[in-house]
């Protein structure tokens, strides 16, 4: 808040400096620019098509809107493994105009340096008061995409076995009917090549300089208590769900006012998003809106909770899952302390953080994934809105977790 009090005086006095009107000024100052990240997703698995259903749903809703008011839209989107553009879309009254930034060969935008530059070159081209980000892509939560090596990848790819359900999205993607994929992890043979750990993703926002309202994910299994720890310093919010999502991601025609504006509303976002599943055909969907100032206090909380108590081992099962791995990496946090230490005082307290953590979250009864050859669905019986791997034994976890800033900063 200090920091974009600076801002607004260091303007108001250049204003005065030239004469012109600051309540005439200050209208017309960008307050917010939301960059919508939508990099190539690989050759399997592929979100392409999506991806463009997604921007559709993003100009209806800026239609719906009446359009940008003083906020700006910038588009990173790649067309094939080496051609991706950076284009800023405006409404002129009546119909959406898009105009091209800069074209990109190449994937540099996957590693630190390349992202960095790609986010120097957002805020070169639309400079603004606040800055937040959607990023549609395949996620896999905190794990280290080096980590991977046996992992349920097939099932993924749109040519192979989806089984008899198939989920309608009659207006969403152009009236065709869409197997119920999920946006899960990308294919075996890309990995290296268009994935980028959340480490990198952090340290490229940092190094531009462009701390966010909010980054929202359109992808899989981001909200975990790993990510947000993370991005406690590049992003207020992180919103994002604890489960897989379906392929066909948000339905911003219905979300993007809550998310175009300087002051997001951060319950609407989420409540938007489930309800919009929730009546569907296929109703499965969770949705979280965790505030990472609060990360840095829950870590001191759980390094405490660690030093005096240890899980039971034959609780394991009892925690809520909230994946469909044939062992579990992502468990519901709120469920797993209560199995660690239950009934005590530092459950209280830390549950009292924890809430605050994640001021609004939003789930339906059960939760669908199609990780394997066969859809399956899970029942929800507890939701703090955020997931942890502590106790995980899944062999992708137990490379990994011990590498996170979480672990290292509660263990």
Known sequence: MKKILGLLIIVCTMIS?????????????????????????????????YFTANLDSIYKGISKKGGLGTSRLVVFLSESASR?????????????????????????YTTEEGFTQLLNDVKGY????NYAMIVGSHGVGWTFKDDWTNYPYRAKSFDGPTGDIRIPYADYLHGEMTDAHTRFFGSLSDRNDFSMDVLAFANAIKNAGMKMQYIYFDDCYMANVEVAYELREVTNYLVASTCEMLAAGTPFAT?????????????????????????????????????????DQLALMMKDIN???????????????????EQTIFFDM????????????????VMSVLEKAV?????????????????????????????????SKNEVALKGKEKTSWWIATH
């Open 255 to 295: 979300s993007w006012t809550y998310m175009a504006s300087a002051t997001p509303n951060y319950s609407s976002m989420v409540n938007a998003f489930v309800s919009s599943y929730s009546s569907s055909e296929y109703p499965y969907a969770t949705m979280s809106a965790i505030d990472c100032r609060h990360m």
């Open 359 to 391: 001021p609004y979250k939003d789930y339906t009864e059960k939760y669908y994934s199609y990780i394997y050859n066969k859809p399956l669905t899970f029942d929800i019986t507890t939701f703090s809105g955020i997931t942890i791997s502590d106790p």
């Open 17 to 49: 400096v030239v004469g012109c009107s600051e309540a005439e000024d200050l209208d017309t100052i960008n307050k917010q620019t939301v960059f919508v990240y939508m990099p190539w997703t690989g050759s399997s698995s592929n979100l392409y098509k």
């Open 307 to 325: 030093s005096n108590y240890k899980l039971d081992e034959s609780k394991l099962d009892e925690i809520q899952k909230l994946d469909g791995f």
């Open 126 to 129: 639309a400079y603004g008061l």
């Open 84 to 108: 991706s553009s950076l284009f800023e879309v405006t409404y002129d009254g009546s119909k959406i105009q898009k105009k091209t930034l800069k074209d990109y060969s190449g994937h540099d």
């Open 334 to 349: 709120g469920s797993y302390l209560e199995h660690l230490c239950p009934n005590t005082n530092s459950f209280k307290q």
